[in-house]
């Protein structure tokens, strides 16, 4: 059962489709998981960086907190009071200062009196002390958090106006930011190497890791963040870090995806590949199918006229007539040849169903074979009022081919030349053999036909092709002539080109390698 041409496309558009449909479900899918892989590397990493920062800017507060209580001995143990202070005298007067921001004022804040310590209260032989009403000891207590409070947050505020004005080397240590990262963006579930540096507002490296290049950095793979924030804003101070391997953590989601894309492809073009070859068998079957209706018609005009022939032999009267009998010969003679064109032809649809020509190749003239052939076509040629002229000038015509595939060649190539000859005028046939360089033989095939179009030259040689003839359908054929012609020649070791003007006439052009006897 053959396929109809209609059903062949429909299957195409679907699997079109389909397949069109399935790569950009593929692709949007890897987009959306490299997406959500990026959107999420990028929030650990920003996250790492900001517990980064925090952990800084705590580690420098509570370094300081520990020097000024140390160095103030702000509260002995003993008493169970605050005894010194390393404030200014205004604090003992019940006010204290707080250092502002660089350029603007100090703020003055009040602050309730220090608690008395009263020597006299003591625990002796075991047995408490009288002790105050209760109100009065709630009141001093409230008092006493009151003033430690107090002096905290001067401590507090020394703190952030001292730490503001030392080097940023000091403050964030190279090891300490490394330790810190490595820690966080672990904690994170991030274990790529990286790159950092600290630069300032203006772009400066204050220090940065060996392997850390700002011109060569990829905006898409690093990131930054503010440290210090509360410093004033010309002693601003960034972090910057670099992954260099991001892009292959990121793509490393979709390796797996990778081989199915690649096999959707592929399928894809097997798909097609397999469309095409539907067609091209289909084509071919039709053609076979025409060609063998054709073949039977061709063959019993050939056998008709044979068969009468012999009947005619058979009568005693017309084998008396010397005329007759020569008349009958020669019938009998060209329905013979024509029998065996339609043969050759059959031969010629065998040949490209094999991948190699079987060929018994022999050293042969070729000036003599072509002689012979032109003189049998002779006949052919004048039937319709024109002639064939052969120039064969070669000198040394000795090639190796197949005489029987040689003969065809040269055979197709002239009844193309009738086939499509121009009826306005007489046909006009040239064969010409010339000897070229490189110890080459040029056959050359000329006519004055219709000619060929120059969008028709570049395919001549496809098999199954018909160059078109316009307003003439007299043509018979099945595009397998110059095909078979091309691949003989191919064969041969030699090379085939066609030259045409349309309305001129064609030239065919052979060139095979001579052999030396």
């Known amino acids: 059962m053959i396929m109809k041409k209609s059903i062949i496309w429909l299957?195409?558009?679907?699997?079109?489709?389909?397949?069109?449909?399935?790569?950009?479900?593929?692709?949007?899918?890897?987009?959306?998981?490299?997406?959500?892989?990026?959107?999420?590397?990028?929030?650990?990493?920003?996250?790492?960086?900001?517990?980064?920062?925090?952990?800084?800017?705590?580690?420098?507060?509570?370094?300081?907190?520990?020097?000024?209580?140390?160095?103030?001995?702000?509260?002995d143990p003993s008493v169970g009071a605050l005894l010194t202070m390393p404030v200014s005298q205004s604090v003992i007067n019940d006010t204290y200062t707080v250092p502002a921001r660089p350029g603007s004022q100090p703020i003055p804040q009040h602050m309730p009196p220090a608690p008395v310590i009263n020597p006299e209260i003591r625990f002796?032989?075991?047995?408490?002390?009288?002790?105050?009403?209760?109100?009065?000891?709630?009141?001093?207590?409230?008092?006493?958090?009151?003033h430690q409070r107090a002096l905290l947050d001067e401590v507090v505020i020394n703190i952030l106006s001292e730490s503001g004005n030392l080097p940023i080397e000091e403050r964030a240590d190279s090891a300490a930011v490394s330790d810190l990262l490595k820690m966080h963006l672990e904690s994170n579930g991030i274990t790529l190497p990286f790159e950092f540096a600290i630069v300032n507002r203006m772009g400066g490296v204050v220090y940065k890791t060996q392997g850390f290049d700002p011109s060569a950095l990829?905006?898409?793979?690093?990131?930054?963040?503010?440290?210090?924030?509360?410093?004033?804003?010309?002693?601003?101070?960034?972090?910057?870090?670099?992954?260099?391997?991001?892009?292959?953590?990121?793509y490393h989601s979709i390796k797996f995806l990778v081989p199915s894309f690649f096999l959707t492809i592929l399928l894809l073009i097997l798909s097609v590949y397999t469309i095409v070859v539907a067609f091209r068998q289909k084509k071919l079957t039709e053609m076979k199918n025409d060609f063998i209706n054709n073949m039977t018609h061709e063959f019993k005009t050939p056998i008709s006229?044979?068969?009468l022939a012999a009947q005619m032999l058979n009568d005693n009267t017309v084998r008396k007539s010397p005329k007759m009998l020569e008349h009958i010969s020669s019938v009998i003679n060209d329905e013979t040849k024509r029998l065996r064109f339609q043969v050759e032809k059959v031969l010629?649809?065998?040949?490209?169903?094999?991948?190699?020509?079987?060929l018994r190749l022999q050293e042969i003239d070729a000036n003599a074979v072509i002689a012979n052939i032109s003189n049998t076509f002779k006949l052919?040629?004048?039937?319709?009022?024109?002639?064939i002229s052969t120039n064969l000038d070669a000198e040394d015509a000795i090639v190796a081919v197949d005489e029987?595939?040689?003969?065809?060649?040269?055979?197709?190539?002239?009844?193309?030349?009738?086939?499509?000859?121009?009826?306005?005028?007489?046909?006009?046939?040239?064969?010409?053999?010339?000897d070229v360089a490189g110890d080459r033989l040029e056959i050359i095939v000329a006519d004055n036909g219709i000619g060929i179009r120059k969008e028709d030259l570049k395919r001549v040689f496809e098999k199954f092709y018909r160059v078109s003839t316009g307003n003439r359908h007299d043509v018979k054929g099945f595009g397998l002539g110059l095909a078979y012609v091309e691949k003989m020649i191919r064969e041969f070791g030699g090379d085939i080109h066609v030259e045409s003007e349309l309305n001129k006439g064609t030239k065919f052009i052979i060139k095979l390698p001579l052999t030396k006897i």
């Open 11 to 75: 299957l195409a558009i679907i699997m079109g489709i389909t397949f069109a449909g399935l790569l950009y479900i593929q692709v949007l899918y890897m987009k959306n998981v490299v997406r959500l892989r990026d959107e999420y590397f990028s929030q650990g990493v920003k996250r790492s960086l900001s517990e980064v920062a925090g952990n800084l800017e705590k580690s420098e507060t509570r370094r300081f907190l520990i020097e000024d209580v140390l160095e103030g001995d702000l509260y």
């Open 124 to 146: 002796s032989q075991g047995q408490p002390a009288l002790m105050p009403p209760p109100s009065s000891v709630s009141e001093r207590i409230k008092s006493q958090y009151l």
């Open 218 to 250: 990829d905006n898409n793979n690093t990131f930054v963040q503010q440290l210090f924030p509360n410093d004033s804003r010309t002693r601003t101070n960034y972090l910057k870090v670099y992954f260099p391997d991001k892009k292959d953590y990121i």
């Open 305 to 307: 006229s044979i068969s």
């Open 348 to 358: 010629q649809m065998s040949m490209f169903d094999r991948q190699k020509a079987s």
């Open 380 to 387: 052919k040629v004048e039937r319709y009022g024109g002639a």
């Open 404 to 434: 029987m595939h040689f003969t065809n060649v040269i055979f197709n190539l002239l009844d193309n030349a009738v086939k499509y000859r121009n009826e306005e005028r007489p046909l006009n046939l040239q064969i010409s053999t010339h």
